[in-house]
């Protein structure tokens, strides 16, 4: 009875253990699955492990050097070499390269080898009594395969992977491209914000010489309340704009270090605007801009790579019409030992194997081949379209730009008169407000007309270096001058 009641307990224990085990497995699973309702958000233990893994991955963004003052290309080389879309773009680049190494690979054989061992221990009757037999097998074996031919198969696999690595190569330039655009852009954004900021506290300083103007003019019995008041007015309004361009410059420089790969908190020192030389004119015609993105644009290139990528799929297709020739050779060397008592050890060796070959055609597939072909040749026919689309898409951009370009070398050298004509215009309505021979009223219009002049001056200066850098990521010139780095 006792016994009896031992097992009990120990298979009450037993069960007890399985419940729980089955309970911590259930327990996993629910925490796997989907929010309960869709009235809340979703927590649960496998959130909390994946926000300690994300805390746990390490920042690899550069510091910036504070000491020094970056130029154009210096930013330029900061973004190529630390922003992750150029990695992401070159680690494909690789990823396709080796993708055209196995498509090679194809041209030689193949060849595998193998080492077998196996013992078998037995009792063979013979004669009226029971004998014990060992036998032990070690052998080599080698296997070679090679495609004799396949009429063009796999020279076609190899055309597209070569064209899918020159596509992928393309995009890696358009990536360095797009990147040097987008770093130029926040760099004249920048630029065009520290400008506005300069604008601005002249414009407070012009303001607030006028506001200094009538209150000395109203303790002097020359000036009126309303014209104090008024210049008051103009002096807090200027103060209003000089805090909305400060932020504009704090976004600004967050924008320019998250595009060179930095962290948006970095301090980078700019070369300022001044020291930039600024063209007034462009060398080229449309028509030499265009012809030359036409032949350079890497996003065109990949394009064309494409092409060539849907014409080799045309000829490995064009190959399953035909049929393929294959060698086999297997040779081995066995090693045989044996042994049945009462007889002594005996041993054996000799080379074996095969030679063949097969000879593969499909002779009816249903229309298979037919219908794999035709969808070859479709994806050519398409392809071709789209490079005739981006062609005329290129073209279109360019114009644009190029419009762009000339507008803004027209805005510049009307900002120019426009800011010397408001500088005259203001220095002029102060000098004669101080002798009473114009109103505050005159006086705050050009002050407001100056400081507008002014923003205009720095607007359009940026204008014209944006446009260049507009119309160089338009026609690829922008990869031709720089540093592109390594390539696959």
Known sequence: MACHFKQRSALSRIGGIIAFLVLQFARGVLAQSAPVSADRPWHSPSEQSIE?????????????????????????????????????????ARSQAAALGVAKSELYPTLAAAALSQTGRSEAFFGGQFYKQVTQNFGLALELNYTIFDFGARSGRIDTSTAQLLAANFAFNDTHRTLIYQVQLAY?????????EDAAHASLANAQ???????????????????????????????????AIIGAEEVARGDLATAVGASATAEISVQPLDELPTPESIGDTVGQVISRALVQRPDLLQQVARIRSAQGKV????????????????????????????????????????VSLNLNWTVFDGGARKSRLAQAEANVHAEEADEKAKRNQIT???????????????????????????????????????????????????????AQARSAEVLARTQVLSALAELAFRTGDSIRTSNMGPRP
Request: aromatic share 10%; net charge negative.
């Open 315 to 354: 000829k490995e297709e064009k190959a399953e019409y035909y049929p393929s020739l294959r060698l086999t050779v297997s040779p081995s060397v066995p090693f045989l030992y044996g042994l049945q008592q009462p007889s002594p050890w005996a041993f054996t060796s000799d080379l074996t194997g095969g």
């Open 52 to 92: 300690a893994e994300a805390r746990n991955v390490h920042d690899l963004r550069f510091a910036v050097d504070l000491a020094k003052t970056y130029s154009l290309p210096d930013l330029i080389d900061l973004a190529e070499s630390h922003n992750p879309e150029t990695q992401v773009a070159w680690q494909r």
């Open 396 to 450: 279109d951009e360019i114009w644009a730009a190029y419009s762009n370009l000339n507008t803004a070398f027209r805005q510049r050298q009307a900002a120019m008169v426009l800011l010397e004509s408001a500088t005259q215009s203001y220095s002029a309505a102060l000098e004669s407000y101080n002798y009473g021979l114009r109103n505050l009223l005159d006086v705050t219009a050009g002050q407001r007309t100056l």
């Open 188 to 196: 004249y954004r920048l630029l065009s914000a520290i400008g506005q």
């Open 209 to 243: 010489a006028v506001q200094q103007a009538a209150e000395e003019r109203l303790a002097n019995g020359l000036a009126t309340l309303p014209d104090v008041l008024e210049a008051r007015s103009a002096t807090a309004q200027a103060k209003y704009d000089l805090e």
